[in-house]
Structure formats: structure tokens, C-alpha cells
């Protein structure tokens, strides 16, 4: 069994834990610290000296003795992220779940060089629930619906249910128009993403990605010209398969900084962001087995106020 933690959450977030090896090579943790942590030697001291370094009874002194097979928690530094500057919404909240309507820009779990602004750490944060853990991701730049499950015995039920192909979702769309599209159309190509690449790519064989696409209206806008509003239903779940498929079609989504080029976009600029939104959420209840859906309550600006979103 896993044993507890003497130190609390941080910012929501749960401190890291470090086992120490089964070994009578060192005197103290400090010594075996600084063989380990990629820190100098003065920082692992301050560290200390601050009583960041913990076991399961708490705070460590520097010379503390190593013991061999232990646990040591601490938490990490953070690095500098850029506020975003949106509030984060629950769409529907019961004893097992919370839905999450997040905006543009937030991530849904701590990654990389997002910590503090995601999805996950702030919910925690703002409705103290240190036990929250997402059933499934949302990208950065798009907005919606993401189901968080509140309860940790109550994680795998709902994994499953995705797992499982048991949720329904749908997205909404904004691209230029094109009428030589048809209205309704299913899309299907094999998708693979490389670890370390940053976008996915269509490649010939056979088909792991399929999207539902229909047209739900489209206009002559004055500013952004024609453009059509879609929803998007994919039927399975790869990386970036929507933004892809719409693309492939020549109708990428408005403020993709991927598709169908690759665009270098400041973390800290949130204007045009992708007009894309996981707009609906639907699921068996596990235990009357009544589907629930849930409706995002956000707009895509390029289609509401077009002079903003080009602002």
C-alpha cells in the first residue's frame, strides 16, 4: 500500500514523491539528494532549510538518515506561466462527476510548461476537490465540455465508459464556406502521430479515424467573408481528428495554428483562438444506466462577433 503523504496539496496540486532505492550506499537522504535531483548541491540545501523535502511523518532536516526503501515528497518549482485570463465553468456537477466548460487556452492536466493554468489544477483549487481526475482530454486550444470524476473510487467506472466508446460527444465548427461541399459528409483516413512531432498526419492505409461532418448554417459575413458553421461527430478519438479531417476537406478551422500550416503562436497570445468546441457530452449513468447529456454553454466568437474575433 502506498504510503500517505505528510505534505498537502499545493495550488491543487499533489506533491511529488520520490522512493529511495533499497541500497546502504548513503548516510543521509541529502546525500543521496544530490547524486539524484538535477539541482546544485545549494538549492537541494535551501530546499531543506525551507522543510520542502518531507516523509511520512514531515519535514526533513539535511542530515536526516537515508533509509533505505523510504518515500520523500516534495513539491516541484513551477515554472513562469502566462495567466489566461478566462474563467473556467461547471456545466453539471453530481456526487461521482463534474463537467468542466473550459475556455480557449486552458489545458486539461498539468504538462510541459502548463501547471498552474489547467483545467484540472484550478478546479481542484476553486471547489476543493483534491481527489478530481479527468476521464479524458480536451486540446489547449479548444473550449467545451470535459468530464472530470469526483470520487476516486469511482475513476475506472467512468474510463471505462470512454474506454468503451460508450460517450457520445459532439463538436461545433467554424471554416470559411465552401458549396461545392455537400452538406453532410463522413470522413474517414488513418492518422498517426509521432512522439516528439507536434502535429498528426494522414497517411495511406487503412482508416483508424472517423468523423461525422454536417453543415448546420452558413452566411456572407462582412468582415470574415463566407463561412459556414459544422457539427463534428467523430466516432473515434485520434489526435487532432477533427482538425485534420476539416482540413483535408480545404475547410480548416478558422484560428488553427496547425492545420493545415504550422504557425508559431506566442502561449501568451489568446487572440483568434480555434473555432472549435466540444459542444455536447453524453453518457449511461452507471448506476440507473438514464443517459444524461450536458450542453456547453459557450459560443465560438467567429461566428457571434466576427469584427472581435479578428480584433
Avoid: C
Amino acid at each position: 500500500m502506498r504510503p500517505p503523504a505528510s505534505l498537502p496539496p499545493r495550488f491543487g496540486l499533489d506533491p511529488a514523491r520520490m522512493r529511495l532505492p533499497v541500497s546502504d550506499r548513503w548516510s543521509t537522504i541529502r546525500e543521496h539528494l544530490v547524486t539524484r535531483v538535477p539541482l546544485p548541491a545549494a538549492q537541494i540545501d535551501a530546499m531543506f532549510a525551507a522543510g520542502r523535502f518531507h516523509d511520512a511523518e514531515g519535514p526533513l532536516d539535511a542530515d536526516a538518515p537515508y533509509v533505505s526503501g523510504g518515500s520523500v515528497w516534495f513539491h516541484r518549482d513551477l515554472p513562469d506561466e502566462a495567466p489566461v485570463p478566462f474563467p473556467i465553468d461547471v456545466a453539471h456537477r453530481d456526487d461521482d462527476v463534474l463537467v468542466a466548460d473550459k475556455p480557449h487556452f486552458l489545458a486539461t492536466i498539468p504538462r510541459g510548461r502548463h501547471v498552474r493554468e489547467t483545467a484540472l489544477v484550478r478546479l481542484r483549487d476553486e471547489h476543493g476537490l483534491p481527489d478530481l481526475s479527468p476521464a479524458h482530454r480536451l486540446d489547449r486550444v479548444t473550449a467545451g465540455l470535459v468530464l472530470f470524476v469526483v470520487r476516486r473510487e469511482a475513476r475506472g467506472t467512468y474510463q471505462n465508459l470512454f474506454r468503451d466508446r460508450r460517450v457520445a460527444k459532439t463538436y461545433t465548427a467554424v471554416t470559411r464556406y465552401d458549396p461545392a461541399l455537400p452538406a453532410t459528409t463522413t470522413v474517414r483516413s488513418r492518422i498517426t502521430k509521432e512522439r516528439g512531432v507536434i502535429t498528426a498526419r494522414e497517411v495511406p492505409g487503412e482508416p483508424n479515424a472517423e468523423t461525422l461532418v454536417e453543415l448546420l448554417e452558413h452566411r456572407d459575413d462582412a468582415h470574415l467573408g463566407p463561412i459556414a458553421r459544422y457539427r463534428l461527430t467523430p466516432r473515434t478519438g485520434r489526435t487532432h481528428q477533427l482538425r485534420l479531417h476539416l482540413a483535408s476537406l480545404g475547410v480548416p478551422i478558422l484560428g488553427d495554428p496547425f492545420y493545415p500550416e504550422l504557425r508559431d503562436v506566442p502561449l501568451d497570445d489568446f487572440r483568434t483562438p480555434l473555432q472549435l468546441l466540444a459542444a455536447t457530452l453524453s453518457w449511461p449513468d452507471p448506476r440507473t444506466g438514464e443517459r444524461r447529456t450536458v450542453h456547453s454553454r459557450r459560443t465560438l466568437s467567429a461566428w457571434d462577433d466576427p469584427a472581435g474575433w479578428l480584433a
